[in-house]
């Protein structure tokens, strides 16, 4: 789903929260990405349904996915962490 010119740039990020909208707990990978056009730092984030803690669990799961920029990945970490069971 990248498109060209788009290369995945180091290991991924890992964030397990409560899903935003929804309540549930959910499993987020965030891949930074560099783009040979213009260099932003843009993310891929893919969401995954559970906490998954296990590797070969995530490859397996259904995932959604996108890309996001710096500014939307923030957004979505602060998100996420205000809806942590004590919170």
Known sequence: ???RGVQ???????LHGMHPL???????????LTSAEHGS???LVERADGHIDDPLVW???E???VVMDTHEVTEL?????ARQPGA
């Open 41 to 43: 730092p843009d993310f």
């Open 63 to 65: 995932k959604e996915t």
């Open 77 to 81: 970490a602060r998100r996420v962490s």
């Open 59 to 61: 490859e397996l799961a």
């Open 22 to 32: 929804r309540g549930y707990p959910a499993t987020w990978h965030l891949t930074p």
């Open 8 to 14: 995945v740039r180091g290991a991924s990020a890992v």
């Open 1 to 3: 789903m990248l498109t």
